[in-house]
C-alpha cells in the first residue's frame, strides 16, 4: 500500500491562507482529475473543508506523488510550491492511515471531537466515487476510516465535548450579546452549515430569519425550524433588527459589506450586534470589525484562541482542548488507542489481499493437476467402477487438500508481519505460479482473505 496523504490545515496554516484554498465543488471535481491524470497518482480524494484541504492519494513513488500533489495544491491556492512548503504535512502509508482515522474521528480539528467532519468525509469520498477517482485502494481505506469515525464516537466519551465550530462559536456570541433565547438571529447561507446554524439556534430558543442566494432553500429551512425568511437586497434592513448574524455561504467573495452593516447599525440604538462569520473564504468584509457596537467572530479568532492556548501548555492530549472545552485525558487516549488498534487491523488486511490471488491460484493449480491426472486414470483404467473411482477422486483431492492446508494458511498468517508478502513471492516461486490477475475493485479480494462480508467492503456498505 503506498497512500499518500498532503494537505494543509489549521494546525500548520493561517485562516488568511486556508481561505486562499477554498473550494466549490466543480473545482474539486477538476482537482481530482487533475491529480489521477497525471504519471505518479492513481487514485485520489480531497477533503476539503473550512480548517483543512487534504489529498489522499495512492502513488507508485513517494516522492514524485508529493511534487504532484503540491503542484495542484500550489495552482489552487493561486501560489508556488515553495510558497506553501512551510504549511504543507505530509503523511505516508500506515502514517497516512492514522492520520486520516484521526481526521475522521474530530481528533485533528479545531474543534477536538467534533462530529462534522465525518460528515464532510464521507461526502469527499462519495465525490470521488462519482468521479472514478477511487478504486481498489482507496476504497477500503476511506470507508475504514468512516467506521473508525463512528467507532471513535460511540466507544470514548469524546462526544461530551465534541462541539461543532457552530456551537462554540454561537457560545462566544452569547457572551458578547446575553443569552439567544427570544433574540432575532439571522442566518445567511443554507447549505448543510447554513442548516446546523439554524437548527442549533432553534435550540437555543432563538428567532430565526434565513436569507439565501436561492429563496428556495431559505424557505424550506426557515420552515423547518419555524423561522422566517428574508432577502438578500434586504440586508441592512434585517440586519437592524437582529442581535446575532451568523453567515456562512459557499461564496468566492464577500457577502456583508462594512457599509451594509454600518447601515444597519446606524438603526439599531446602540444594540450590540454579534457577527458569527464561519465561511471560507469569510462572507464579512474585515472592517466590520472596526465598527462600534459589533463582535466578530470568526475562524481567524478561534484558531488564535487555541493557538494561544496551546503556547501556554494546554494541549488537548493533556485533557484541556482550549476551543472545545473539558475532553478528559482517558477518553483522548482511548480515542488514539482505538485509531492505533484499526490502523494495524487495516494494514493486515491489506496485506491478506495481497496474498489472496497467491492462495488461489495454488489451490487452482493443485486443482488442475488432480483433474488431469484422474482423468489419465479413467483411460487406463477404463473398466473401473464408478463408486471405486468417484472413491479414489474423494481421496486424491483430499490428500491434496491436506499438503497445501498448511502453506495457505501459513502464508496468510504471516503476510501480517512485517515483510510478510515476501512469502507469497516465495510461494509463487516455489510452485511456479505465474499471477497476473486483476484484483477487483469492489474489496471481494479482500473479503475472501479476511473471512468477512463481501457487501461490507463495497461502496455504500457497513461503513
Known sequence: MSLLAVGISHQTAPVALLEQFAM?????????HELVGNDHVSEALVLATCNRVEVFAEVDRFHGGVAEVSRVLARQAGATVEELSPYVTVHYEDQAVAHLFTVAAGLDSMVVGETQVLGQLRAAYALA????????????????????????????????????????????????????????VLVVGAGSMGALAATTLS?????????????????????????GTAELADLPRALADADVLVTCTGATGLVVSTDAVATAMAGRAHRPLAVVDLALPRDVAPGVAALPGVHVVDLALLQGERNGALLHGERPAAGADPVAGAIGADDVSAAHALIEAETALLRAEQQAAAVAPTVSALRSQAAEVVDAE????????????????????????????????EPTVRVKELASTPGGVDYADALRALFGLGIDAEVPADGSHLAEAVGVDPDELRPGGAA
Not at 450579546?177 to 433574540?183: H, I, M, N, S
Not at 435550540?203 to 439565501?212: D, E, H, I, P
Open 24 to 32: 466549490t465543488r466543480d473545482e474539486q471535481v477538476k482537482a481530482l
Open 203 to 227: 435550540r437555543r430558543g432563538a428567532l430565526v430569519t434565513v436569507a439565501s442566494r436561492s429563496p428556495e432553500s431559505a424557505a424550506r429551512l426557515a420552515a423547518a425550524v419555524d423561522g
Open 374 to 405: 484422474l482423468l489419465r486414470l479413467s483411460t487406463r483404467l477404463p473398466d473401473l467402477d464408478t463408486r471405486a473411482r468417484n472413491e479414489i477422486a474423494r481421496t486424491v483431492r483430499r490428500v491434496v487438500d491436506k499438503l497445501l492446508h
Open 129 to 184: 466515487q462519482e468521479e472514478g477517482t477511487v478504486a481498489r485502494a482507496l476504497h477500503p481505506v476511506a470507508q475504514h476510516a468512516l467506521r473508525v469515525g463512528k467507532r471513535v464516537h460511540a466507544e470514548t466519551g469524546i462526544d461530551r465535548a465534541g462541539q461543532s465550530l457552530v456551537t462554540v462559536s454561537l457560545d462566544r456570541a452569547e457572551a458578547r450579546v446575553g443569552p439567544l433565547a427570544g433574540r432575532p
